[in-house]
């Protein structure tokens, strides 16, 4: 198989498990990204790769493989606006309805964690100003990547990571020091988060249904077939008059029927119709 035919074929086999949509001219960006698999499996290109995965009944390399294409750049309290509006707008919101049922959250592609903790520090914040508020929220935090969840379920940073997004104060207040210099997501804030593996491409059915979804700087990876099936499935997941929140450069069109935008100034977000 040519390099050109390789890729092609490596192309369709990661749109098919994970939803990513390479494009042309991304040959060195794959390279990178599956240098140390090819090392290590001792194949030369793509094409090689791509027969060892069909050999491979168990479905760890294929795993392997999309771990390593899939993006998982974060911040703590990434673009800021969207945790106001949680915190301002929708928590105030939830709480004045008199909705029944706990409040239950959904961060999808949450990576290493920093999304799902940052939205339960929002919560920890609310819930000082309005004691007896809210009672048993809960997070679910999924991703695609079993390695990046095995790192957001421990809790545990260097002290790198955490300048992205935090200050001092937060630091001290939502983290605990170990003995190795790292610093570990304190347990209050922690308990609220549940961590799952799920590929975006597959049923949320077990998920159950959520008052407010984080789908963030994920959706534009996936083609534009792809990105409305997913739209369609959060849709089925949100309680009536549910909200989503996507990234800054993301937007839900062509779905005028099922979700409403909001505009908060600044940030939008969806209702669910």
């Not at 929002?122 to 991703?143: H, M, S, V, W, Y």
Request: hydrophobic share 35%; aromatic share 10%.
């Amino acid at each position: 198989m040519s390099d050109s035919k390789g890729y092609e074929a490596f192309s369709e086999f990661l749109e098919r498990h994970s939803g990513i949509a390479l494009g042309p001219n991304k040959q060195y960006l794959v390279s990178s990204r599956l240098r140390s698999i090819l090392r290590d499996t001792g194949v030369e290109d793509l094409g090689e790769l791509l027969k060892l995965v069909e050999r491979d009944v168990r479905g760890t390399l294929r795993s392997q493989i999309v771990d390593a294409m899939t993006t998982n750049e974060t911040l703590w309290f990434r673009d800021t606006h969207p945790f106001e509006i949680l915190r301002d707008r929708l928590l105030p919101e939830f709480v004045d309805s008199k909705v029944r049922q706990p409040l239950r959250i959904w961060s999808a592609a949450c990576s290493t964690g920093q999304e799902p903790y940052s939205i339960s520090m929002i919560i920890d914040q609310f819930k000082q100003r309005r004691p007896g508020a809210l009672n048993g929220e809960k997070i679910i935090a999924t991703d695609i990547s079993s390695r990046v969840l095995a790192d957001a379920r421990a809790g545990e940073y260097a002290m790198l990571a955490l300048g992205r997004g935090l200050d001092t104060q937060q630091l001290k207040q939502y983290f605990d020091q170990t003995s190795d210099g790292r610093w570990r997501v304190k347990q209050p804030i922690a308990s609220r988060v549940e961590f799952r593996p799920l590929n975006l491409l597959e049923s949320y059915s077990l998920l159950g249904q959520f008052h407010f979804v984080f789908c963030r700087n994920v959706l534009i990876y996936f083609s534009g077939d792809l990105k409305r099936q997913i739209l369609l499935k959060i849709h089925q997941c949100l309680h009536p008059g549910g909200y989503l929140i996507v990234g800054a450069s993301e937007a839900v069109n062509g779905l005028n029927d099922y979700f409403e935008m909001v505009h908060c100034r600044p940030g939008i977000i969806y209702r669910k119709r």
